[in-house]
């Protein structure tokens, strides 16, 4: 306990518990939302350095535009992603396809 005072420990526990509060909130969101690209989805990128979550802010005809979730604990962004922004609705819809399928396998196997 006074190593975990000492070395901010508690601080740190606070930002995990809450990493994760916000990533099941997400997941549920996500679950009443259903599959595929609709406003208010997150999605996840697994990157080398961590994961990156995207919320999906609008969904054109052409584009998508998503904006980063600091979600992980690691706040990593994505290298192409970056901070979000308008990106063409093919690559976006794969990406959330690929969540909802990840997401999918996981409560199969759970």
Same mark, same amino acid.
């Given at each position: @306990?006074?190593?975990?005072? %000492? $070395? #901010?420990? $508690?601080?740190?526990? /606070?930002? $995990?518990?809450? %990493?994760? =509060? &916000?990533?099941?909130? %997400? ?7 259903? =599959?595929?690209? &609709?406003?208010? &989805? *997150?999605?996840?990128?697994?990157? !080398?350095?961590? $994961? ?5 802010? *609008?969904?054109? +005809?052409? *584009? ?9 604990? /690691? =706040?990593? @962004? /994505?290298? @192409?992603? !970056?901070?979000? #922004?308008?990106?063409? =609705? +093919? ?9 909802? %399928? ?5 409560? !199969?196997? !759970?």
């Amino acid at each position: @306990m006074l190593l975990e005072l %000492a $070395t #901010g420990g $508690t601080q740190l526990v /606070d930002q $995990t518990e809450e %990493a994760d =509060r &916000k990533v099941r909130l %997400a997941l549920e969101r996500n679950r009443v939302l259903g =599959r595929g690209l &609709k406003v208010g &989805k *997150s999605f996840r990128v697994e990157g !080398a350095d961590g $994961t990156a979550w995207y919320g999906i802010v *609008s969904v054109g +005809p052409r *584009s998508v535009e998503i904006a980063w979730l600091d979600y992980g604990r /690691d =706040r990593c @962004m /994505d290298e @192409m992603l !970056a901070a979000g #922004g308008a990106f063409p =609705r +093919p690559l976006i819809d794969r990406l959330v396809r690929h969540h909802d %399928a990840l997401e999918e396998l996981s409560e !199969a196997l !759970a």
